[in-house]
């Protein structure tokens, strides 16, 4: 296991929701009829073209990350979900935003440790004044789906050479 001395790379990433109204329809198979949005978390290469998430496609980031841990608000079942293969991202019905951890556990060969994030899951549409402010459900529709995604660097200082190595394959 041999370190390449004084090299730096990074992979660049976003990570965040996006977040759609119910429709009474969906309400009605929800697990709680509390629930009013349809959301899903998600690590995501930055690099890759849209609609490329498909398993073996430019965002398939199973190349360096061998398991992505959403944790969830207590009041979900199981608030610790572990997703070990790509897309990295979960998909929830609930009526709250909350704090997800977001945590990357990177491939044995890397030899890094795990990395974490914090985001704030967003349900109700952005506003011009930026103020907290839940517009009713119909308004809500109409505005159509919520996103909020954060870009960010992970970045490998001196790696091991076998690790270089698959980074530079991909
Ligand atoms: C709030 N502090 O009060 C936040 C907590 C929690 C949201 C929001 C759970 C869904 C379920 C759900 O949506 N939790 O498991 O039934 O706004």
């Not at 976003?14 to 119910?22: D, F, K, P, R, S």
């Not at 207590?74 to 997800?100: M, Q």
């Not at 890397?110 to 914090?118: L, M, P, V």
């Amino acid at each position: 296991r041999v370190r390449v001395r004084g090299t730096s790379i990074f992979r660049p990433i976003i990570y965040g929701n996006t977040a759609t109204v119910l429709t009474s329809q969906e309400k009605l198979l929800a697990p709680s009829q509390e629930h009013t949005h349809r959301w899903t978390v998600a690590v995501r290469s930055a690099a890759s073209p849209p609609n490329s998430d498909q398993v073996g496609g430019a965002d398939d980031l199973s190349y360096f990350i061998k398991r992505v841990t959403f944790k969830l608000h207590d009041t979900y079942p199981n608030p610790s979900r572990n997703v070990d293969k790509a897309p990295f991202e979960l998909t929830e019905t609930g009526w709250g935003e909350f704090e997800i951890q977001i945590r990357i556990t990177f491939v044995p060969e890397s030899g890094e440790k795990a990395i974490t994030f914090y985001h704030h899951l967003k349900l109700h549409p952005w506003t011009a004044t930026g103020e907290p402010e839940i517009p009713p459900l119909e308004q809500a529709i109409k505005a159509g789906p919520v996103h909020s995604w954060q870009y960010d660097e992970v970045v490998f200082n001196d790696p091991y050479q076998n690790f270089l190595n698959i980074l530079l394959q991909h």
